[in-house]
């Protein structure tokens, strides 16, 4: 008996229940909207850039941005647990999810997908139209990362960066929530590129999104312990291992680390004071990603890590403390010391 057949005869449910409402609802995961909270750096720098004045038309801005991105990413996850239905079976702790213990209609799960989509991009569309731009690649990524043929999620190594992609997506979005709309009129290409938020700020949330995602791979390999089964769950993990998750890791931390410094030296120099908090901010994670049945995996919620959670939120208060206050001195880590070209 293989381990597929052990795990589907002694924990599949014998008889699945029609989904009702709540569940409908459960597969949205209204829960997880709180990793919308990676907008707000974006809507941060945006701030300090663009200097517009915080009245009451950037706070309905502000509350239509985050709503719509709650909307288009629960679209995502709609497809995302429809879909997984019959690998979650074989996750530890997955094959509890509704997909999976429930009989959902496919077109009732459909219907869903296709209404929070069109809700979020309208709401977006109120904003400018970069935003929606934006929105509707986040709602692409959803699509290449969980429907076949694309699927990416199955793919070793694209799996962690299509899905991390996410990360810098959200930034700008929070960007263009404040940076001003570009006309309909006179919309193209090359004005819509040159508004985006600096790349190397870009590709350091990238990164930095793959590093946590390449994180909780490790723990979700880790908690299986079996690689057949793990194969079984997540195609791309037939070819991992734990070495080759971990080299992954580092090689994402060091990119992310590169990038974000050259987005701090070009962009805003006391928020060099930041680097080592950032560096301890990714060892405190890389630790409890490597603790058993790590939270950052599912088996609880991260928040539970109280330590952790209050040093993020000293942190962050940190961070947008150094994005307002000038600090003269640093800017002589700038200066030209020496003149190479004479040595």
């Known amino acids: 008996m293989t381990p597929s057949d052990t795990l589907t005869n ?3 449910p014998a008889v699945l229940v029609p989904a009702g409402l709540k569940d409908y609802i459960a597969i949205a995961r209204p829960d997880n909207w709180v990793k919308n909270v990676f907008m707000m750096p974006g809507v941060l720098f945006a701030f300090i850039i663009y200097r517009v004045p915080l009245d009451a038309a950037l706070f309905v801005k502000l509350v239509l941005g985050l709503a719509s991105t709650c909307l288009v990413a629960s679209a995502n996850y709609v497809i995302n647990e429809y879909l997984d239905a019959e690998f979650d079976k074989f996750h530890p702790l997955k094959k509890k999810r509704t997909s999976v213990v429930r009989v959902v209609n496919p077109t009732l799960v459909y219907t869903e997908w296709l209404v929070l989509a069109v809700v979020g991009l309208v709401l977006a569309y109120q ?29 070793v190594y694209l799996d962690v960066l299509s899905e991390s992609v996410n990360n810098p997506i959200r930034f700008a979005l929070g960007w ?6 570009l006309s309909l009129a006179t919309f193209n290409a090359a004005g819509f590129f040159s508004s985006l938020p600096p790349s190397s700020i870009i590709v350091a949330y990238w990164m930095g999104g793959a590093f946590l995602m390449a994180t909780k791979r490790f723990a979700e390999y880790r908690l299986i312990k079996d690689p057949q089964l793990a194969g079984l769950y997540r ?10 998750l971990l080299i992954s890791m580092f090689f994402y931390a060091l990119t992310c680390s ?5 987005f701090l030296i070009k962009n805003r120099i006391e928020l060099l004071i930041s680097f080592p908090f950032f560096a301890l901010l990714f060892s405190w994670y890389l630790r409890i990603g490597l603790l058993e ?10 928040y539970t890590r109280k330590w952790f959670m209050l040093y993020v939120f000293l942190f962050c208060g940190l961070l947008i403390t150094l994005m307002f206050v000038r600090i003269p001195f640093l800017s002589n880590l700038l200066e030209e010391r020496y003149n190479f070209n004479q040595l």
Request: a positive charge; charged letters at 15%.
């Open 10 to 12: 002694t924990n599949e």
């Open 127 to 155: 904003i400018s139209i970069q935003f929606v731009l934006m929105s509707a690649f986040l709602l692409f990524m959803g699509v290449m990362y969980n429907v076949r043929p694309f699927r990416t999620k199955e793919r």
């Open 176 to 181: 263009f929530i404040v940076a001003p709309a």
């Open 235 to 244: 195609r791309s993990f037939k070819f991992y291992t734990e070495h080759s």
């Open 258 to 262: 590169f990038f974000l410094g050259i």
């Open 293 to 302: 049945n790590s939270p950052v995996q599912g088996s609880e919620k991260l």
